[in-house]
């Protein structure tokens, strides 16, 4: 079963720093998409940014990158710069025949 | 159970038939909420309900979409006439105390296919 793990439920930033977020899943697949959501308090779930697992390629949007191990089966997510508007729940989740999600990081952002 | 619950986890259905999707949150979590997943798409917030408060629907796509919470546990989300852009994955999630809760633990799911 595919399984997504969020290590850390709560995390805190200092404006215009760099904060990373961690992710490890379980799967047997080799082919499947892993993305971060970015839940504010408006309880819309925001697609920040999905990595295709057969690329190799990092993917970044903006101040968003990931830092994608395939082998490690880890996917983290890497704010850079950080803003008082990237504070939210963030969640990781997983999609190949199914969706999985872990459970959430808070973020909180300090001015 | 340990974890939430989702029932079926598959479901294929005809074009205008009524379907109900199941989810059985983790006891002693106030706060249930249903998403859903289309193809290709983004998650996409349904409804919120926490507590004996009345529920959020503002996710709620159309009228033919509803959803109860019965005695502050289970949930129930009806689509009604349904239509092939329906199709989705139908997820489930619960936690403590609304927005103040650490984390939403999600179900695994309901796969529906409209034909």
């Known amino acids: 079963a595919q399984t997504v793990t969020q290590s850390q439920p709560e995390m805190s930033v200092q404006e215009a720093e760099t904060v990373t977020l961690s992710c490890t899943y379980d799967?047997?697949?080799?082919?499947?998409?892993l993305f971060w959501y970015k839940q504010p308090p408006s309880r819309q779930m925001i697609l920040v940014i999905r990595?295709?697992?057969?690329?190799?390629q990092n993917a970044t949007e903006n101040r968003f990158s990931v830092n994608f191990q395939k082998a490690a089966k880890s996917f983290s997510l890497k704010i850079s710069d950080s803003q008082l508007g990237d504070a939210a729940m963030y969640f990781c989740?997983?999609?190949?025949?199914?969706?999985?999600f872990g459970a959430g990081t808070r973020l909180t952002v300090k001015p | 159970g340990a974890g939430v619950s989702q029932s079926p986890s598959n479901k294929v259905t005809e074009k205008g038939k009524d379907v109900e999707l199941r989810c059985d949150p983790i006891?002693?979590?106030?706060?249930l909420y249903w998403y859903r997943q289309s193809l290709g798409q983004g998650l996409e917030f349904l409804i919120y309900?926490?507590?004996?408060?009345?529920?959020?629907k503002s996710g709620l796509p159309s009228d033919r979409f509803s959803a109860e919470r019965t005695g502050g546990s289970v949930s129930t989300l009806t689509i009604q006439r349904t239509q092939q852009e329906d199709s989705a994955v139908y997820l489930c999630?619960?936690?403590?105390?609304?927005?103040?809760?650490?984390?939403?633990?999600f179900g695994p799911g309901t796969r529906l296919t409209v034909l």
């Open positions: 799967t047997s697949e080799s082919d499947y998409y």
């Open positions: 990595q295709e697992a057969y690329k190799q």
């Open positions: 999630a619960s936690s403590l105390g609304g927005l103040a809760g650490v984390g939403q633990f």
């Open positions: 989740a997983y999609r190949s025949a199914y969706v999985r």
């Open positions: 006891s002693g979590h106030t706060a």
């Open positions: 309900f926490q507590g004996n408060s009345a529920p959020d």
